[in-house]
């Protein structure tokens, strides 16, 4: 090796020092505290798990804190961070290669390198891009002169961000029919929609109760072709009885644009040279006008619309970062782009796992769970990684960890507490499947989806106390045709049936 010396060697090294690395890191220094764990990171900063709750067998909650990485050595002096970028990964050799010219030599590794934001554009500066609420926050900090941003994307960021815009014009293109896509229906959206405008508490309403078929299914027909593999739509009939007024109180101060994507990014001059219109801020009511200011940047999206703005976020999901480890080894990569990983968080390369954003589940799941870049998962995988690379060290057999039976995450949005369970929005199931809805305007919102008469997934926003049941009811799959409505009646109290 070239002039530095010998190369550090160590029985387990993990590359990453966000939620799955730190946490595989922690977990392995406990299980092994007179051996040294390898902990590669690019940034002085880790992201640490604090005030850990389990709420419920398969639900948690924790905050995510930015510390530095000395006091991380602190609480565990057998964590050695290496505060270096990957440059290569030679696997045939078990050797690490970092920025600083140095090498190190493990048994078994683990790589937890995360993801990046998906950019709409590379390399544009009016185009930023947001993958987490650290950089949520960041942001505001840019919005300060901002009088109009675009921002695109429809997922959970895209969703919290455009919550928290104040006194600038936010125009919001997202790719589906309705808002917050990746973590709600058309009726979880419409619920919340008020919140972005809400001047004062409104009163809350009893929605009735109903059950849907999916859109396109008239009268319990079945559409042979699953209309959308990905989520449910609900049925055209979905908003009677929810009495919500809907879009309209989006323009406010956001206007949204349906069905479309980014087609081009104009700047200022090429925009002129283009002699097109752009748009004003459409006014309720009013007939779209054309933009009498001249913006910094133009975006123009696949409706033909093109509207002038400060800059743009892009809070469009994310990439595996798998670049650095790529090069010389043959990884099996899956079709999003990361690490296809095995039940034990293997690679197809030996001695190598990997965890969190940048891996890809490519096990058999079980039916009601899937995988999503999300900081609960990232750190179930750290945590998991660490247990297997431990076993397979010590030659011991491990069990799948229980957190894969379930999809279950807990967050916030819009200061509602906001609970998914399962195939939350039938991911998956095709027509295959009804949603049962109950909703009381300004306090709580209830969805489950069932399926042959076994609830498979269930969304919960608002201080519900459903989520044990209906984390039961999903997991031991009862079969609950009897109950027909009353499932969701919120006269009988449904823990009293299922105990």
């Known amino acids: 090796s070239g002039g530095g010396g010998a190369a550090a060697r160590s029985r387990f090294a993990v590359v990453g020092g966000g939620i799955a690395g730190v946490t595989c890191a922690e977990k392995l220094a406990t299980d092994f505290p007179s051996e040294d764990i390898f902990l590669m990171t690019a940034s002085p900063v880790i992201k640490a798990v604090t005030n850990f709750k389990q709420v419920s067998k398969t639900l948690e909650e924790f905050d995510v804190e930015e510390q530095p990485s000395s006091v991380l050595e602190k609480r565990y002096p057998n964590i050695k961070v290496i505060q270096s970028g990957v440059t290569q990964l030679k696997s045939d050799e078990h050797k690490i290669l970092t920025e600083d010219g140095k090498e190190y030599i493990y048994e078994k590794l683990c790589l937890c390198a ?55 014009e936010v125009i919001w293109a997202i790719k589906d029919k309705a808002i917050g896509n990746t973590f709600f229906d058309a009726g979880a959206a419409e619920f919340l929609i008020p919140k972005l405008t809400a001047e004062e508490r409104e009163i809350p309403i009893e929605c009735k109760r109903t059950k849907y078929t999916v859109e396109g299914s008239q009268e319990k027909e079945r559409p042979t072709a699953a209309s959308d593999k990905l989520g449910s739509a609900l049925g055209p009939d979905w908003h009677e009885g929810l009495h919500l007024k809907g879009t ?71 990439v595996p970062n798998v670049k650095p480890f790529l090069d010389g080894n043959n990884f099996a ?98 027509s295959d499947h009804e ?21 498979v997934g269930a969304v919960l926003i608002g201080e519900t106390d459903l989520e044990e049941t209906f984390e039961n009811l999903i997991l031991n799959q009862m079969d609950l045709s009897a109950y027909g409505e009353d499932l969701l009646n919120p006269d009988i109290d449904i823990e009293d049936y299922f105990d």
């Not at 009498?292 to 509207?307: D, F, R």
């Not at 990997?354 to 750190?379: F, K, Y």
């Open 114 to 168: 995360g993801a990046k934001p998906k950019l709409i554009f590379e390399g544009n500066p009016y185009v930023l891009g947001i993958r987490d609420t650290d950089s949520a926050q960041a942001f505001q900090k840019n919005l300060a002169q901002a009088e109009r941003i675009v921002v695109v994307g429809n997922g959970g960021i895209a969703l919290e961000l455009v919550y928290e815009i104040q006194g600038c």
């Open 248 to 318: 309209k109180e989006f323009s406010h101060k956001v206007h949204i644009e349906k069905l479309c994507e980014v087609k081009n990014i104009h700047l200022q001059q090429e925009f002129i040279q283009l002699q097109r219109t752009s748009l004003a801020f459409p006014k309720e009511g009013k007939n779209v006008e054309p933009d009498q200011v001249l913006w910094p940047v133009y975006v123009e999206l696949t409706n033909g619309k093109i509207y002038g703005c400060d800059f743009i976020v892009s809070a469009t999901g994310v």
């Open 333 to 430: 990569v899956g079709e999003d782009g990361g690490l296809k990983v095995d039940e034990h968080m293997h690679t197809s390369l030996p001695d190598v796992y990997a965890a969190g954003d940048i891996c890809t589940a490519a096990w058999e799941p079980s039916p009601v769970w899937h995988q999503m870049r999300l900081w609960t998962q990232a750190r179930q995988m750290g945590w998991y990684a660490a247990k297997c690379m431990a076993a397979d060290a010590l030659g011991e057999s491990v069990d799948m960890d229980f957190s894969f039976e379930l999809f279950a995450h807990v967050t916030k949005f819009f200061n509602y507490k906001v609970v998914v369970l399962g195939k939350y929005n039938a991911q998956g199931l095709g």
């Open 435 to 455: 949603l049962m809805l109950r909703c009381t305007k300004g306090q709580e919102y209830v969805k489950v989806v069932m399926r042959n008469g076994r609830m």
